[in-house]
């Protein structure tokens, strides 16, 4: 979708407070285009704060198993909110951020949670919000360090057995940048043209849709991306919740769609058109945000949790 001048956007988009109120049907036509990335950090926070005792952790397989099922369950929920407005491909890293820092009581749990991925009470899910499911990024290697080999089986026989669903959730774990894969392409083309072949053309193959970017990512507390880019994507904006990422909720998700389509687009800096209020004012307002930084914050020992300004600042406590 395009939006024109300053002129024409004021009299076509909506205020924030009509959009929220849209009927899916009616925000459709804006996402339909969009790629979006999910990042599921926080979820251990939101588990012992919401469901488990922090006190006996999730050190025992039947606690791990209920930690990843109700973190699979909420994250099917928002999957499904942000599919219904109309986004067909939804990109999930496979909760594989950090492992190499959790003990190996830790990896062997993980294991349950991966093979929640394709276990029946998921494929339910997948079926309810009528997800095609795909596998993408270094999850061979994942399982080969987990020493769960079977389970790159099992996921290649849950892609097969949801093709052709329009809505694709596709989770991926971090790799090279051009994975392995699609190397033969890019082999042929250098050989041929002399030239890379364009990164469309590679994701077509790679993920079945010819994607060039993410158009919005989703991530929680610290702003990073760190491990975090699809395979053979940039990404555009984004978007850090403070709250776990399980706690998002409709309306969040629709204002961060509005401020990527509306917000952030379509707008340029015409001085000549400013009156000298507004030059006043917009000065006020960088002299007084000079030296403020958006994703700067400060470590709170208490909770061992990282906080953002300006909610929390590193002398708040002693």
């Given at each position: 979708m395009s939006i024109g001048s300053n002129s024409e956007q004021?009299?076509?988009?909506?205020?924030?407070?009509?959009?929220?109120?849209?009927?899916?049907?009616?925000?459709q036509a804006y996402a339909r285009s969009l790629t979006v990335a999910l990042s599921t950090s926080g979820t251990s926070r939101w588990y012992f704060l919401e469901h488990g005792n922090p006190r006996q952790g999730y050190h025992q397989p039947h606690e791990f198993e209920s930690y990843g099922r109700l973190v699979i369950?909420?994250?099917?929920?928002i999957a499904a909110i942000i599919f219904a407005d109309g986004v067909q491909t939804l990109f999930i890293p496979g909760f594989a951020g950090g492992?190499?820092?959790?003990?190996?009581?830790?990896?062997?749990?993980m294991q349950w949670v991966y093979?929640?991925?394709?276990?029946?009470?998921?494929?339910?899910?997948?079926?309810r919000y009528q997800m095609g499911v795909v596998f993408r990024g270094?999850?061979?290697?994942?399982?080969?360090?987990?020493?769960?080999?079977?389970?790159?089986?099992?996921?290649?026989?849950?892609?097969?057995?949801?093709?052709?669903?329009?809505?694709?959730?596709i989770w991926y774990v971090a790799d090279d940048f051009i994975p392995v894969?699609?190397?033969?392409?890019v082999r042929d083309s250098l050989n041929v043209t002399g030239a890379m072949p364009a990164m469309a053309t590679l994701s077509e193959a790679y993920y079945g849709r010819p994607l060039e970017k993410v158009d919005i990512f989703i991530g929680n507390n610290k702003p990073s991306v760190a491990g975090l880019c699809p395979p053979l994507l940039s990404l555009g904006d984004l978007?850090?919740?403070?709250?776990?990422?399980?706690?998002?909720?409709?309306?969040?998700?629709r204002r961060i769609l509005y401020d990527h389509l509306f917000e952030r687009r379509g707008h340029y800096r015409d001085f000549q058109s400013m009156d000298e209020t507004t030059i006043e004012e917009m000065r006020q307002f960088y002299t007084a945000?000079?030296?403020a930084i958006i994703g700067t914050g400060a470590y709170h020992r208490a909770s061992q949790s990282w906080r953002p300004a300006p909610w929390y600042h590193s002398d708040d406590t002693p």
């Open positions: 004021t009299s076509t988009i909506p205020s924030t407070g009509a959009f929220l109120r849209l009927p899916p049907e009616q925000v369950d909420r994250v099917m929920e492992q190499g820092s959790r003990n190996p009581e830790y990896h062997r749990n093979r929640m991925l394709v276990d029946d009470v998921t494929r339910r899910l997948y079926d270094a999850w061979r290697r994942l399982f080969e360090w987990l020493n769960a080999d079977d389970l790159a089986r099992d996921f290649e026989v849950l892609e097969q057995e949801a093709q052709g669903r329009e809505r694709r959730l894969e699609v190397l033969p392409l978007y850090y919740t403070v709250s776990p990422i399980t706690y998002l909720q409709a309306d969040d998700w945000t000079q030296g």
